[in-house]
């Protein structure tokens, strides 16, 4: 595997096991780059990735974040810049610490492979950028709910975008590097790693057949656009459009959407303010509104069947929806989208 020019083979560390024994060890060793944040459990039915300084903190055996790990990229709502007129000053706010994201799932790295295209290739974000490269990005395998379909998606299995990533053999980890950072992470952590043998490659290919065994639910995403572009005019988005609140949470949760407003504003003393950027909504009844007052989506059963076409594209050569089941689990009208998106099929729900 080449990273950044160098070579790096299964013998020179690529692949190594970790006895979960020593979890606690790796832990403690990637706080020296940065503070770590990782899932904890909030609420009955809610984790949310939080800073944490123990082990034990954090529930490694979580299905899914409510807010996906992209909130450390792209923040929900950041300074652009700040001013003030008696000073004549433009400040921009200091850069972000360093942090290490604990525990990331195979779908969400897939997700933020699509933002790093988006956010990083042809114009990049400065912000996006900075923040990548103060991150040291852990993975960890997980097992599916009955949401979960991430493996119809082809996004149940992650092979870049991560700087470690660990599957559980039982009583070890698998260690994946996947950057030379990581490489450095794994390295420098005085652990007690083992190289990995056939054996467990043999465990690990067993573990991952077994966790496809799990899945309860698929969507037959080939040739999906053309189905969507067929059903334009079908009433099932009427249908689904007068259940839909508009509230944006399927945007909020969704670990692919990142469009995003930008605002001015002034403070009370009328000398100071700034300019923010904040996540936005095309679920919002004003996301289509323009100059001289047109709305060119006024209604939610437009607004709804705009989200679905564009959850069922492909977005530079990627599919637009990593199966994560997040829009599903946190509807309030209860709108399922592999329900929807069978029905665009023409298949039973």
């Not at 790093?116 to 993975?139: H, I, K, Q, S």
């Amino acid at each position: 595997m080449h990273l950044k020019g160098i070579t790096v083979d299964l013998k020179s560390g690529l692949y190594r096991t970790l006895s979960k024994d020593e979890l606690g060890s790796f832990f403690e060793g990637l706080k020296r780059h940065g503070s770590v944040y990782g899932p904890v459990k909030i609420s009955e039915d809610s984790h949310a990735f939080r800073k944490v300084d123990d082990l034990a903190q954090m529930d490694l055996g979580y299905t899914r974040t409510l807010i996906p790990p992209k909130k450390f990229f792209i923040k929900p709502r950041e300074d652009i810049f700040l001013f003030d007129e008696e000073e004549a000053t433009f400040k921009e706010p200091p850069p972000d610490q360093e942090v290490v994201v604990f525990g990331v799932h195979a779908c969400d790295i897939n997700a933020l492979n699509l933002l790093a295209r988006v956010f990083l290739e042809d114009t990049p974000d400065r912000y996006y950028r900075e923040r990548r490269e103060r991150t040291l990005l852990v993975g960890l395998s997980c097992v599916p709910d009955e949401n979960c379909f991430c493996r119809s998606t082809g996004t149940s299995h992650a092979v870049e975008g991560f700087d470690i990533f660990l599957n559980d053999l039982g009583d070890k980890y698998l260690v994946r590097v996947g950057s030379m950072k990581g490489y450095g992470a794994v390295m420098d952590g005085n652990l007690n790693l083992e190289e990995a043998t056939q054996e467990d490659l043999g465990k690990y290919k067993a573990a991952e057949a077994a966790r496809d065994g799990l899945f309860k639910r698929s969507l037959d995403v080939n040739g999906l656009q053309t189905y969507l572009d067929l059903s334009y005019d079908d009433p099932l988005w009427k249908e689904f459009g007068d259940r839909c609140l508009s509230c944006g949470s399927c945007n909020l949760v969704c670990p692919r959407c990142r469009c995003y407003d930008i605002k001015d504003y002034i403070n009370l003393d009328t000398k100071t303010g700034g300019r923010n950027r904040l996540w936005y909504s095309c679920m919002l009844g004003d996301h289509g509104l323009v100059a001289g007052g047109l709305n060119f989506r006024p209604t939610t059963t437009e607004r709804i069947r705009n989200r679905f076409n564009c959850k069922g594209s492909l977005r530079e050569g990627l599919p637009n929806c990593v199966g994560c089941g997040r829009c599903t689990v946190y509807c309030p009208a209860d709108i399922d989208y592999v329900e929807v998106m069978k029905r665009v099929r023409g298949e039973e729900p």
